[in-house]
């Protein structure tokens, strides 16, 4: 299992960024996809879920209306998007894979908003 995510970078508050996991090494469409965030100092934390067929996603509070999880399984990639940054939403955002009770976890993109 590989997941390894891109699209991380510097933006202004009130920006955007779209982040992107690339999986393989398994079946990917046959699992829920999950986006996590780690800020310095603070524990990690669940953003978004996906299910496997893309048919239902939740959200944490904190990026409700503001975030949106989307998958492509023709491509294996689940995607974040992300809208009306904040500089609270800075952190290492990672994704993850849970098969069969493991957890996989790619090397995470780091996300900064900041004027």
């Known amino acids: 299992v590989q997941l390894v995510e891109s699209g991380g970078g510097l933006v202004q508050p009130g920006g955007s960024l779209r982040l992107s996991c690339k999986a393989s090494?398994?079946?990917?469409?046959?699992?829920?996809m999950s986006w996590y965030r780690q800020a310095p100092g603070k524990e990690r934390e669940l953003v978004a879920r996906i299910t496997n067929a893309g048919g239902s996603t939740n959200y944490a509070d904190s990026v409700k209306g503001r975030f949106t999880i989307s998958r492509d399984n023709a491509k294996n990639t689940v995607y974040l998007q992300m809208n009306s940054l904040k500089p609270e939403d800075t952190a290492v955002y990672y994704c993850?894979?849970?098969?069969?009770?493991?957890?996989?976890w790619g090397q995470g993109t780091q996300v900064t908003v900041s004027s």
């Open positions: 993850k894979s849970r098969q069969w009770g493991n957890d996989y």
């Open positions: 090494g398994f079946t990917f469409s046959s699992y829920a």
